[in-house]
């Protein structure tokens, strides 16, 4: 008897929520209390997050599936109900990640809807309520975090509701079913009062209000390919779910995509049980499964029966929403190109198979050749999407230099148009005016104003996507690190005009060699410095941040001259500041553009464009001539 006739009505949901509120702590503990782990078994929290990135940055960034088996309890209170299977499909809550959303809720017939308990319903917590919405799931709205201090699970779920109606949701969506969690003590409740202390409650809504996966086993085989990764042993793998029919272990299908088909062999088919994909003889319609042996696969393909109609079985592609950020990416030309030592791919072959890799994967990014044959322009949702890439490739062994961000325009209606986006500030009450102050030099709109309490204001802004490029680390600065920002693509609007990015001017090297601490202590005046003594720098590489708008062009290699008449008095005492260490986001964030930032697989540096100082116009002209352009 298969694995799936055992099972009592197969059970596929997606996790979503906005980013921090509490998605893959929450797995966590359905996977601990499902029976996935030994009692004994030591685990790691947050263990859907595999990623090295993933776990350095407490996010999650990949959607992940795993599955757990659950024993619904009868009135009496005995266990005797057969074995559930939910297939769970964590997805990430930034933003910048939608993309990942959008193509994995396909999986699913329903959704787990996680709001925090005191921050409410957020930008991206209304981006993916509304995907869910439009393909008719039902939704569990699970307010999670009722034990933090500045809980209102009342207020919030009031907002949610609100959000509902705003979002057009259905009666029967209207109708949703609510519970209350402490997702880090695996604690769910259907009322504020519940004396439960496990997530009994949350499996068994589960199983009451998201319907068994559809699908025929007995009709032609459909799977659509929502994922795809990569195994040491197998090769090349397609995730995807079973919309009809059924699979089995070394059965010769056909792969149809936009435009031609092609023949293959599973080779390999696996579900997935816990964390770990097992090996299966066959899978059934409705069920998650990984497929080897087809190399030339990519998501939004169809995986069908090999027959006589089988072109005609193709399944709707994947579509995501457009890109609203583009970034220059190009081959690494400074001098020190080469010279690290993790250094494995640096031509601009390499490159371009390494970019066009990941367009394949991720719907969300798309690559375009410009005129230089050794630059690509890429396009994604946000900073740190390509944050994101460029750090994967440079712990791959990549070298490469980037661009500063800029915004994709459009026109519409004749009219050049830019991205907007709706943002939320949370703060301090004592911050209102100042940040009411950056977002109004950003030409940012308030929409709404609103006091939660507890000292703290919540506002809502409209503000071009470029006045975001760079701003939360100003914000930060400016709020002595309290405040909370998170945002959202909200449309299009007619271009604002020219916009200055950054206030202040670059201190850069006017010649090669090795810093010493005589120059950088007497040129801390001017500004911070980016670069320690010690360190190799070259003609162009810009080595600190200058106080005024101007860029300043300075000697970081001088050295104390000497001699053998004695000074009068001591040597002055050398006292450095420590220098501001530069990550691909902030050096993203800060370059503007007539610069690039040099990513290598051991270091991030900020250089001018054009790297000899007869050659390279001031910084005012410069800005000035790229913002006309754009």
């Not at 005609?312 to 030309?333: C, D, F, W, Y």
């Not at 071009?464 to 909370?484: C, D, K, Q, V």
Request: overall charge negative; some cysteine; proline content about 5%.
């Amino acid at each position: 008897m298969s694995s799936a006739s055992r099972l009592h009505g197969l059970r596929n949901i997606a996790i979503v929520a906005h980013v921090d509120h509490g998605k893959t702590t929450l797995v966590d503990h359905m996977l601990r209390q499902a029976g996935t782990f030994r009692a004994n078994e030591v685990l790691t929290e947050r263990v859907m997050d595999s990623n090295d990135l993933e776990r350095e940055r407490g996010i999650t960034i990949l959607a992940k599936n795993t599955s757990v088996r659950w024993r619904a309890r009868t009135a009496e209170g005995s266990a005797e109900n057969p074995l559930t299977k939910i297939n769970v499909i964590d997805t990430p809550g930034h933003a910048d990640f939608g993309g990942e959303v959008e193509r994995t809720l396909l999986m699913a017939d329903g959704a787990l809807l996680l709001v925090d308990a005191a921050e409410g319903p957020l930008p991206q917590t209304r981006f993916v309520l509304r995907k869910c919405l439009e393909l008719g799931f039902p939704v569990i709205v699970v307010i999670n975090k009722i034990d933090r201090s500045d809980a209102r699970p009342e207020d919030v779920h009031e907002e949610i509701f609100d959000l509902f109606c705003d979002l057009d949701a259905s009666d029967a969506q209207l109708d949703f079913p609510l519970l209350y969690a402490v997702g880090r003590e695996g604690i769910a409740k259907r009322t504020l009062d519940d004396p439960s202390t496990t997530l009994d409650p949350l499996f068994e809504t589960i199983l009451e209000k998201v319907p068994p996966a559809p699908g025929d086993p007995g009709a032609p085989l459909q799977i659509l390919v929502s994922n795809v990764d990569h195994d040491d042993y197998v090769g090349r793998l397609a995730i995807g779910r079973i919309v009809a029919g059924t699979v089995r272990a070394n059965h010769v299908v056909g792969i149809v995509k936009d435009g031609r088909t092609l023949k293959g062999t599973v080779k390999v088919l696996s579900t997935f049980e816990g964390l770990k994909r097992t090996p299966a003889n066959e899978a059934q319609a409705g069920e998650i499964v990984a497929v080897a042996g087809i190399e030339d696969v990519d998501v939004g393909d169809t995986i069908v029966d090999q027959d006589a109609a089988w072109e005609s079985r193709a399944l709707p592609r994947i579509h995501v929403e457009q890109p609203t950020i583009k970034m220059r990416v190009g081959v690494n030309t400074s001098p020190f190109a080469g010279k690290s030592d993790g250094t494995k791919y640096l031509t601009s072959r390499h490159l371009r198979e390494r970019l066009m890799r990941e367009t394949k994967r991720n719907l969300a990014v798309r690559v375009e050749e410009t005129d230089s044959p050794d630059t690509f322009l890429v396009l994604g949702r946000g900073e740190l999407q390509l944050a994101i890439l460029v750090e994967t490739m440079r712990r791959e062994g990549y070298e490469l230099q980037l661009g500063n961000p800029e915004v994709i325009t459009k026109t519409v209606d004749d009219q050049l148009c830019e991205p907007m986006e709706l943002v939320v500030v949370d703060v301090p009450e004592q911050f209102i005016g100042v940040v009411t102050e950056r977002l109004g030099e950003r030409r940012g709109r308030m929409v709404k104003m609103a006091n939660p309490g507890f000292g703290r204001a919540r506002m809502d802004y409209r503000v071009p996507s470029r006045g975001m490029i760079g701003f939360r680390g100003e914000l930060l600065t400016s709020t002595r690190g309290t405040a909370l920002l998170n945002s959202m693509f909200d449309g299009w609007e007619p271009w604002g005009g020219t916009m200055m990015k950054r206030t202040t001017g670059a201190i850069v090297a006017d010649r090669g060699g090795v810093t010493t601490p005589y120059a950088l202590h007497h040129l801390q005046p001017r500004g911070s410095f980016f670069v320690a003594p010690g360190m190799s720098v070259y003609e162009g590489m810009i080595v600190g941040e200058h106080n005024r708008p101007n860029d300043a062009d300075v000697n970081v290699i001088k050295e104390k001259k000497l001699s053998n008449v004695r000074n009068h008095g001591k040597d002055e005492n050398v006292m450095l500041a420590p220098p501001r260490i530069l990550t691909i986001e902030t050096a993203m964030e800060w370059i503007d553009a007539d610069e690039l930032v040099e990513v290598t697989p051991d270091a991030v540096r900020v250089r001018k464009a054009i790297l000899p100082i007869n050659l390279r116009p001031r910084r005012s002209v410069a800005i000035e001539d790229a913002q006309s352009v754009g």
